[in-house]
C-alpha cells in the first residue's frame, strides 16, 4: 500500500470518526448509568486511583454493578493511561465515585480525543503493516 493511499484512507477515516463524534452517545442524561460513555470514563476513574489488584474484584470503592471492569488487563492499563491524561487536564474528570455521571462538553470533547489519539497510534498503525503485509504475502505467491 502506497503512503500516500494509505495517508488519504487514514484521514477519511478520522474525519468520518470525529463527524460522528460530534452527535450524542447511548445514555446520554439517562441515569443511573449513563451509557457506554459513562462505563468508559469510570474505567478511567477506577483504573487510575486504584491498585490493579482490586479492578476486577468488588470493593469499598469499587461496586461491579456500576461499570465493573470487564475487559482484559490490556485495555485496563489503556483506560488508566487515558485517565492519567484526564485527571492532568481536569481531575473532575475521573474523581473517584464524585464523577459518575459526569457528562460535561469538555468531558465528552476528551474522552473523543481519547479514541482518536489512540486510533491514531495503535488502529491505523497496525492496519497499515498488516495491509502491507498482505499485500508482500500476494506479490510472492
Not at 1 to 14: E, G, K, Q, R
Not at 30 to 53: C, I
Not at 68 to 81: H, R
Request: with cysteine.
Amino acid at each position: 500500500m502506497h503512503v500516500s493511499a494509505a495517508l488519504a484512507i487514514a484521514s477519511a477515516a478520522v474525519a468520518v470518526r470525529w463527524a460522528v463524534s460530534l452527535n450524542g452517545y447511548s445514555g446520554f442524561n439517562k441515569p443511573p448509568q449513563h451509557g457506554d460513555f459513562e462505563a468508559q470514563r469510570t474505567w478511567m476513574e477506577r483504573t487510575l486511583h486504584l491498585p490493579a489488584s482490586e479492578w476486577y474484584f468488588p470493593g469499598p470503592q469499587n461496586n461491579l454493578t456500576y461499570w465493573g471492569l470487564d475487559y482484559p488487563p490490556l485495555t485496563a492499563y489503556s483506560s488508566k493511561l487515558c485517565g492519567m491524561v484526564g485527571h492532568i487536564i481536569n481531575p473532575a474528570f475521573v474523581e473517584l465515585e464524585k464523577s459518575h455521571g459526569l457528562e460535561t462538553p469538555e468531558l465528552k470533547l476528551f474522552m473523543r480525543w481519547t479514541v482518536l489519539v489512540q486510533d491514531l497510534l495503535i488502529f491505523f498503525p497496525a492496519v497499515f503493516w498488516f495491509a502491507t503485509w498482505i499485500q508482500q504475502q500476494q506479490q510472492q505467491q
